[in-house]
């Protein structure tokens, strides 16, 4: 390896100010406030990112997958979050937080509130139930698709052969597509709120 290609300083992954400065990335008080909705949607935005380079190229599958996996997963936890958290500040006016990574028990707590909105077509509610469902099939703790092994050195995914990065990458748009209507639908429901 050439030492150029070595060549580090402390700070460059945070800011540059050469000919990549386009690409500094705004965080924190420099880019936000951000919720749970927007990081739903980046982690969605890379996920399918990367399953698009991967399915293109036909390339790296069986090592892709795990990074593309947990992101669409962990997608999908903050789109629940975001819309537990709106779904209290509408019927409370405080926005509360959902805890923990169990997507089944996350889910399991904000069903019900979405099956007692009238504004909220059921057939999102039944779409969701069943991509949660295969979701957790594999990895209902966030944990099976960012190690190999438990903390016992137990292998994760032994039960399992096949993901097919094509039907996921299918199947995560629906998922992405409901929670966006989901988003809007609250946006609607607060805007009507305001607007008595």
């Known amino acids: 390896m050439k030492s150029e290609k070595l060549k580090y300083s402390k700070g460059d992954l945070f800011k540059r100010e050469d000919q990549t400065a386009y690409f500094n990335a705004c965080v924190g008080k420099n880019g936000g406030p951000y919720s ?46 975001q819309v537990w958290a709106t779904n209290s500040y509408i019927v409370s006016g405080e926005r509360n937080v959902i805890g923990g990574h169990n997507l089944n028990e996350i889910w399991k707590k904000l069903k019900p509130k979405l099956l007692a909105l009238e504004e909220i ?9 069943n991509i949660i ?3 957790c099939e594999l990895d209902n703790s966030a944990e099976e698709f960012r190690f190999p092994e438990s903390l016992n050195q137990e292998l994760y995914l032994q039960d399992k052969s096949i993901i097919n990065i094509v ?4 199947t995560m748009e629906v998922a992405e597509n409901v929670i966006e209507y ?4 609250f946006n609607q ?4 709120n305001l607007n008595g």
Do not use: Q
């Open 36 to 81: 749970y909705g927007d990081y739903c949607r980046g982690y969605f935005f890379a996920a399918k990112t990367l399953a698009e380079k991967v399915i293109s190229e036909r390339r790296n599958l069986d090592i892709s997958i795990y990074p593309m996996f947990y992101s669409y997963r962990h997608a999908i936890e903050l789109g629940l979050k």
């Open 189 to 192: 429901i607060i805007n009507e």
């Open 167 to 170: 039907a996921l990458y299918e």
């Open 133 to 135: 469902g295969d979701v």
């Open 182 to 185: 989901w988003f809007y639908s």
């Open 121 to 129: 077509e059921n057939e999102t509610i039944d779409l969701m139930d």
